[in-house]
């Protein structure tokens, strides 16, 4: 169980990026953040890893703390971040010191065949594709067994072709172990295809406007009704952030055009 | 940045080349571009054309002997073990000087690219020491040193020293913070950090900066053995000028182009197998 509690991030510069952020994720739960730039989705992700530390609130993760990085919480970030002089499977069994030599031999064979990637293990990053890369990135997050896994925008460089495959590649590995996933998105298909529940966001400061469950079964039929009216659904939430009712009388009119828009 | 870290992770890196060798190894292997033998054209013409125009006495060649002269001279000396002393003697000091200037311009310049402290207190006086032409040092160290290999192998060890400290403190201060950030995560302790994200990000520009220092150690070599020296290339330099032979003195300076270009591409091809995963910039070199 992951718990956020009354979180706030100041910047130096006196931004504020998220005020009292306040957040509960079951065990094995996915969760999306949907919102526009700005809204602070990147720097909640940051704060959670551990690469900063944020200004009141804490988190926690089954009864402990976390002040810093942590070993059970792993992290993929919008660019895939892969170490240029290592190979892909050096890469995937970068987190992988402690482990021994015979199961870290196992572990990055059994994700390189999870990402498809197999015939791909002695080559450098510079020979995959953007896609590619993306997969490694993710399956380097995944070895090392993270209790929570974030994942920030880590689709949207793609084309959705590509990103449709990776949604696979990502539920594939997902289901194994079960972990909590915290997905950034700006992406409204992509929160339904993957998440239990979106969490839309606002921005100045960055806070939570609307929580929003997504419980379709899986594997998710993308063009089912039930998928269709969770999306409106998201859309609509995410129209109400960005023209909050009492200020817009023509609210049903902007809808319709931001549904269209999006 | 100690000396054993990096060999570590040299050794590493040279494990995951070999890995990865054979995948590439197949791709990469082309057949012989005969237009690189283009390059050698201009050279050869005009070395035949000054040989003909001697040989055809359209010109005496005396001030510019012609090259089969360069090349009898060149042979005579090395038939008599003359001028391997003078190479042996070269080499020596630069290498000796190569190494010393080398290891202060990696130290220094690592300790000032990784602590800002350092940096401030540091970097300015080595940038206003760098400003004095290294020449200038010449008749201190003679002072200082005497007149024998000291103070020739000091002046060649500042000469390495400057490109090598800028080099590796700006690689240190442009490592992509973003990778940094991949080793946190991880929870990588400072040396781990320092091991398998810095020193494998900083090596192709501190391969870069080693063989510039090199291409300074080959430059300042010759004004060192110019200030008096009794063996060594830059020897040979002076005394075929003092003794009026020219073909002694292009013979010296075919040998400084022919070293300067083999203890490049050593350093070059020796190195290759660590950065082999950027090859495509360094092709460019
Ligand atoms: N290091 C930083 N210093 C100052 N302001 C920042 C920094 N990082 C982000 N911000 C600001 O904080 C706000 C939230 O940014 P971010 O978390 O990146 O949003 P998102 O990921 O939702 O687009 C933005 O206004 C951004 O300009
Ligand atoms: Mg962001």
Redesign the pocket.
Known sequence: MLNLEHLSKT?A?G?R?LSDINLSVREAEIVALI?G???????LLRLIAGLDRASAGTIRLDDEVLSGPHPAIGIVFQEPRLLPWLTVSDNIAFGLDGVSAAERKARVAHALEKIGLVEHADRWPRDLSGGQQQRVAIARAFVTNPKVLLLDEPFSALDAFTRASLHEHLLGLWEETRPIVVLVTHDVQEAVTLADRAIVMQPKP?RIFDELSLSLARPRDKSGLPFESSVRRVLSALDQSLNPPQKQPQREKDRQAAALWW | MTGQAQSHAWSSHKGAAALAAPPLAGKKRQAFDWRILLGFLLPIAIALLWEAAVALGLAQGRLVPPPSRIAATLLALAETGELWTHVWATLWRILIGFVIGAAAGIAIGAVSGTSTTMRRLLDPTLQALRAIPSIAWVPLFILWLGIFEESKVALIAVGVFFPVYLGIAGAILSVDRKLVEVGHVFRLSRTQLARRILLPAVLPEALIALRSGLGLGFMFVVAAEFMGASEGLGYLLVDGQQMGKPDQILAAIIAFALLGKIADSLLVYGTKPLVRWQDTVRERL
């Open positions: 910047y510069d931004t990026a919102g730039s700005g809204c602070g989705k990147t720097t960055g």
